[in-house]
């Protein structure tokens, strides 16, 4: 079986796939196309799996082709030195993980002089292997006939034989995988505060001693631990359990070797055995566990990060309505932007109402002012300094508007990233002539006519939907967040006459250079009519056509299906549908009567399968459809606006700004967000909190906590009958193990960082880093 082959094979177990399907998928990934292009485009050709098949899929051929190259390498290392042999090569062939293949490696990699190459040079492998083969002989006979030279007596000669075996040992690639089995299921991660860091420190203070299985550890609470080593608050550390995990570790490195008796020999390897384990090889393990646990974290907080930017990418659009969006401030002024239908800048202004001016009459003035003369229907308030004041503001001043008139709708909206957007280069280019202040309320405003196109202009890290986001590997959590913003917006589709070059980009088979290529043609050359005109634009070819094109839309364009999300090599099977309605083609689309009369199976030819013509008759049905849900936002309770207006048992709705491993975030109106813990978001046990909610969901909740004096806020979901008490020794997150109390589930207490006391390492990740 070749490389690719068994690539294919292995990856398509992993996905639940076929390996023909597998092979079709890279096949077509290798000749450019991209994932969203051959999720929707080309589902005969890998059955159907869907984009989070694909996204896999393609992680781990990279993944796997890495592995295959460093196979190679390593071979070819090792038949350089003359030392490969038939149970080697197997060995590398069968190796499964980068791991494994280092493992094995590791006697043939080229090192630094060591004590155990110094003891070889001094002819003392002879010594050990005499040692390894008679262990009823006393060892220090052994060794009396290497003494001289460079040896001064016999425990010299010993020491080094003893050096040579601990080398043998530690490149046993055996010997590290039992050890490092061992190690998963029986360390223990402990964290210690540093003298003297206590107060510097406080926001780590659930980890000054800290003990718990090093397999169960949580990502958040793993990256807390060692963001608190990083900066010096902590000390960290992974090691069998002192009293009986020691010596348990050393006895299977005293396995490998074959100590069973009790003779000289053994005595002395015994001895040897233990000083390896404790010298060499429990320091390779924590760092290998060590790096395991980091990799874990990491790829958790990368995954939470990209589900909580999946789903706001993928909010509800209010729609293309007029709007004004208002930046609040106090001293600096409430900036203020109108954006007509289209997100064009009509007006701005800077209102005062707040201290020091106080302007209050003037500031409502403005804002009525504003209203009537663009036809204001939203009004978008971020949610920063001062946001309840200005929607207080808002409120009465919308009481003031004509009798008949229809007051707009006030929306607080999020403004994360929106100061980043402002100062950035794009934002001036766009706006060369607005002040920084301004852009901010323009991009408020934007968002929510559509937050997909207004977000993909901000660098998703700038978002702040992830937990400890700046502690990960940035080159992995930059793929994974690219990604998602390519599924969304290709989910979505893209106008192509209103699009910026920034959405454009995010495009299958577009990037930045032809996103502003034909931004460039359409300010020239006026909007386009087809999708076709698009093979007009400089450096846009056949290749980049093919892949782009459906998920462009030409609304009251020259061709109907330019609209849809109808693929132009398809627009012949739509046809041959629409001729058998009997009717013309603006009128039949979106008559799902009509539509719904037509047998798939009669229309498949030998171009085009069975999936593609439903997917077709599905679009025919709603042309260009929106995959986002309807518009709706949280109505915050009046009177409400700081945290030391709550109290216990206040019911109020909010919205999900945030969803960590540990819970969820929400924004109930008092600029500091309350966190909803795992075992509080529903009646039942919940393993993962995105089981229940997601980032921009509308929810209702009980406050059960306020701590002023530490600016938290606990939050419930649960109905409060079957709400426990707030238990701030142990962990409510396990699974119910039995029933008391008239029947509710009695859950296990919460630890100390994830309660409604929440511990000081939440506490750094409501910072949302």
């Known amino acids: 079986m070749d ?28 000749d450019g196309s991209t994932v969203p292009f051959v999720a929707r485009y080309r589902k005969e050709a890998t059955g159907g799996l869907d984009d989070t098949q694909l996204r896999t899929l393609s992680d781990r051929l990279t993944y796997l ?16 030195q003359d030392k490969m042999t038939d149970d080697l090569a197997r060995a590398i062939a069968g190796a499964t993980t980068k791991a494994e293949l280092e493992d094995i490696y590791l006697p043939f990699k080229p090192k630094r002089r060591t004590k155990a190459m110094i003891a070889r040079e001094n002819g003392l492998e002879p010594l050990l292997d005499a040692i390894l083969a008679d262990r009823e002989a006393d060892p220090e006979v052994l060794a009396a006939p290497h003494v001289g030279g460079p040896l001064a007596d016999v425990k010299e000669a010993l020491t080094g034989a003893r050096d040579i075996l601990s080398e043998r040992l530690s490149e046993n690639a055996a010997l590290l995988g039992d050890l490092r089995a061992f190690m998963q299921q029986e360390a223990i991660l402990t964290s210690r505060v540093v003298p003297g860091q206590e107060q510097a420190g406080a926001k780590f203070s659930d980890y000054f001693d800290h003990r718990e299985a090093w397999a169960k550890v949580a990502s958040h609470r793993a990256l807390a631990m060692l963001r608190a080593s990083k900066e010096g608050v902590v000390t960290v550390d992974i090691a069998p ?31 040897a055995a233990g000083w390896t384990w404790r010298v060499k090889l429990a320091t390779t393990m924590m760092m290998d566990l060590f790096g395991d646990l980091r990799a874990r974290a990491h790829e958790d907080a990368i995954t939470v990060f990209a589900r909580n930017l999946k789903d706001l990418l993928l909010a509800a659009p209010a729609g293309p309505r007029p709007t004004l969006g208002l930046d609040p401030g106090i001293r600096t002024g409430v900036k203020a932007a109108v954006v007509d ?3 064009k800048v009509v007006a701005t202004e ?123 590997d940035q080159h992995r959590l930059g793929r994974s967040l690219e990604a998602v913003v390519e599924d969304a917006v290709n989910a979505v589709g893209v106008d192509l006459n209103t699009a910026s070059a920034p959405l454009l980009s995010h495009v299958s088979g577009l990037g930045p250079g032809l996103a502003e290529a034909i931004v460039a043609h359409r300010d020239a050359n006026g909007a386009f009519r087809s999708r076709k005109q698009l093979l007009d634009v400089a450096r846009l070819g056949p290749r980049a056509f093919e892949q782009c094109a459906g998920f462009l839309r030409v609304r009251e364009g020259d061709e109907p299906l330019d609209a849809s999300a109808v693929h132009p090599e398809a627009y012949g099977v739509a046809r041959r549908i629409v001729a058998a309605c009997g009717r013309d083609l603006r009128d039949i689309m979106g008559d799902a009567t009509a539509l719904r009369r037509m047998r798939a199976e009669d229309f498949v030819d030998g171009e085009f399968g069975l999936p593609t013509v439903r997917d077709i008759l599905s679009e025919l049905e709603k042309p260009g459809r929106d995959p986002r849900p309807d518009f709706r936002t949280a109505q915050f309770a009046d009177g409400v606006d700081d945290i030391k207006d709550l109290k216990p048992g206040m019911m109020l709705e909010g919205t999900v700004t945030n969803v960590a491993a540990f819970g969820a975030f929400v924004d109930i109106g008092v600029h500091q967000d309350g966190l909803v813990h795992v075992s509080q978001l529903a009646d039942r046990f919940v393993k993962d909190a995105h089981e229940v909610v997601k980032a921009g969901d509308v929810v209702r909740v009980r406050v059960t906590e306020v701590d002023v004096p530490r600016n938290r806020i606990g939050l419930s979901m649960r109905k409060e009958r079957e709400t426990p008490p707030r238990d701030t020794r142990g962990d409510r997150g396990a699974a119910p193990k039995g029933k008391a109390n008239g029947g509710v589930a009695k859950p296990k207490p919460a630890r100390r960082e994830e309660t409604g006391a929440f511990g000081a390492a939440l506490r750094d990740a409501m910072k949302r880093s």
């Open 3 to 30: 490389t690719e082959t068994r690539i294919s094979h292995l990856i398509a177990t992993e996905i639940g796939a076929r390996p023909e399907q597998v092979a079709a998928v890279i096949g077509l990934l290798d």
């Open 65 to 80: 082709r890495e592995l295959e190259a460093r196979r190679a390498a390593i071979g070819e290392s090792i038949r350089a």
């Open 241 to 271: 359990d002192p009293d009986t995990g020691a010596a348990r570790a050393e006895a299977i490195v005293m396995r490998h070797i074959g100590i069973s008796g009790q003779g000289a020999g053994d005595t002395w390897l015994r001895a």
């Open 341 to 343: 239908a289209t997100g």
């Open 350 to 472: 800077t209102l005062y109402p707040f201290q020091p001016k106080n302007d209050v009459n003037g500031a409502k003035s403005a804002i009525l002012r504003l209203i009537a003369q663009h036809g204001v229907e939203l009004v978008a308030i971020g949610n920063g300094t001062a946001s309840r004041e200005t929607e207080r503001l808002v409120g009465e001043t919308l009481k003031a508007l004509p009798k008949g008139r229809k007051a707009p709708a006030k929306v607080i909206v999020s403004e994360a990233g929106a100061s980043v957007y402002s100062a950035s280069e794009l934002a001036a280019r766009e706006f060369p002539d607005l002040d920084v202040s301004l852009r901010g309320a323009v991009s408020i405003a934007r968002r929510l006519q559509d937050p997909l196109a207004e977000l993909v202009k901000i660098e998703p890290r700038s978002i702040g939907v992830g937990q400890y986001q700046h502690d990960v």
